[in-house]
């Protein structure tokens, strides 16, 4: 029993941070904004909290996926597992500079890298550190992730494409009006990916002493962000101020965060978050929520299907209702009467799940069973 609620608890994490990536996506096409729904001047606390919580998403299945490549390990020799991880990162690099980058443009004019071109580079990664004694792991992770701010003084326009991969990020034009865009670097999350493995042994313990750790752990983290955030010390290039709209407006500046490349506070308040909610769900969740069960489960399936469906679902809406697509971004094109609802944008999040539990359920019961061990991704 512990095993099994040990497990669930990994699997309810993921599929509740699938269900609110799909918000994300759908706000994307459905809801689009001329202004970032982060800015506390054009936008509204609406528009900030619906984009904001979905940061916790990336995070938190990055190091969910090293833990879970942990567990996956103890029924594995390394060789074997160091295969698995180099061939799982290539697949799912190759899926992210095609499908993937195709999905979002329906066409293949920019390669778009985001979190699965991270999560798998993470792996390749992976399959080299875990030939590592585990302090060896932690200190890596370490020097991944915590000096990483150091180098945003090195941020510029004229950035080799090296840097762009490694920590800046950016747009990185190629010949015949293509491009490359570095929307995941890869220098936090690799170390993130290692900090997941390294953590997973506690999954391991007994209960009530991982669901402490795992308390304590969030905790940590969240009392380092606030110390450090407090200040503006460091962790994070963008510095929180007063906003003069009252306590509310100036606790959203406080936790807006650095995501392009993940700033250290950036991992520091959505991790403790994350952590949190794994001892929760661990600790207090006796029966499994049967949609968040399903989409934690079939992670890999749920991502190569939702975004062409939120696409194509979103051309026909502008198109059924304005005539035409809207641009804000390269082609510039507006449409004189849009004006973006977050109404529409969570009736269509709920659509798009519903039909995904369809999809994913159908595809569940052509593949007979769910995995007995967490999936990587």
């Known amino acids: 029993m512990a095993h099994t609620r040990r497990l669930q608890a990994i699997d309810l994490l993921r599929g509740l941070v699938i269900v609110l990536m799909a918000l994300d996506h759908t706000r994307d096409f459905f809801s689009p904004t001329a202004f970032d729904p982060l800015d506390l001047e054009l936008g509204s606390p609406g528009w900030f909290w619906t984009r904001w919580i979905?940061?916790?998403c990336a995070p938190i299945f990055v190091t969910l996926a090293g833990m879970s490549a942990f567990l996956r390990a103890q029924h594995k020799d390394k060789k074997e597992m160091s295969r698995y991880l180099l061939s799982r990162g290539a697949l799912l690099v190759a899926l992210e500079w095609t499908w993937v980058s195709f999905s979002w443009q329906f066409g293949l004019s920019v390669f778009i890298l985001q979190v699965?071109?991270?999560?798998?580079?993470?792996?390749?990664?992976?399959?080299?550190?875990?030939?590592?004694?585990?302090?060896?792991?932690?200190?890596?992770?370490?020097?991944?992730?915590?000096?990483?701010?150091?180098?945003?003084?090195?941020?510029?326009?004229?950035?080799?494409i090296l840097f762009m991969a490694w920590h800046q990020g950016g747009f990185y034009?190629?010949?015949?009006?293509?491009?490359?865009?570095?929307?995941?670097?890869?220098?936090?999350?690799?170390?993130?990916m290692a900090a997941g493995y390294a953590l997973g042994p506690v999954m391991l313990w007994d209960a009530a002493k991982r669901q402490r750790f795992l308390f304590s752990a969030a905790a940590v983290l969240l009392l380092t962000f606030v110390i450090l955030r407090s200040g503006n010390f460091y962790g994070d290039p963008d510095p929180w101020s007063a906003q003069g709209k009252g306590w509310f407006y100036d606790l959203m500046s406080f936790i807006k965060v650095h995501k392009y490349p993940p700033s250290l506070l950036y991992?520091?308040?959505?991790?403790?978050?994350g952590l949190s909610t794994l001892a929760v769900f661990d600790r207090y969740v006796k029966k499994p929520l049967s949609m968040l069960m399903l989409f934690g489960n079939s992670p890999m399936f749920f991502y190569l299907i939702h975004i062409s469906l939120i696409h194509a679902l979103g051309w026909i809406y502008m198109q059924s209702r304005y005539g035409q697509q809207l641009d804000f971004r390269s082609q510039g094109?507006?449409?004189?009467?849009?004006?973006?609802?977050?109404l529409i944008c969570y009736l269509a999040w709920l659509l798009v799940l519903c039909i995904m539990w369809v999809l994913t359920t159908w595809w569940v019961t052509r593949n007979k069973k769910l995995p007995a061990v967490p999936q990587a991704v």
């Open 54 to 56: 979905t940061h916790l």
């Open 173 to 192: 034009p190629l010949p015949g009006k293509m491009g490359i865009a570095f929307a995941y670097p890869l220098m936090p999350w690799i170390g993130l």
């Open 267 to 273: 991992l520091c308040i959505t991790l403790s978050i």
């Open 116 to 160: 699965i071109w991270a999560i798998g580079m993470a792996m390749i990664a992976l399959s080299a550190l875990i030939w590592l004694p585990r302090w060896a792991i932690i200190l890596v992770a370490a020097v991944l992730i915590l000096p990483h701010n150091l180098l945003d003084s090195l941020h510029g326009k004229d950035s080799g």
């Open 333 to 342: 094109v507006v449409i004189p009467d849009y004006v973006p609802s977050l």
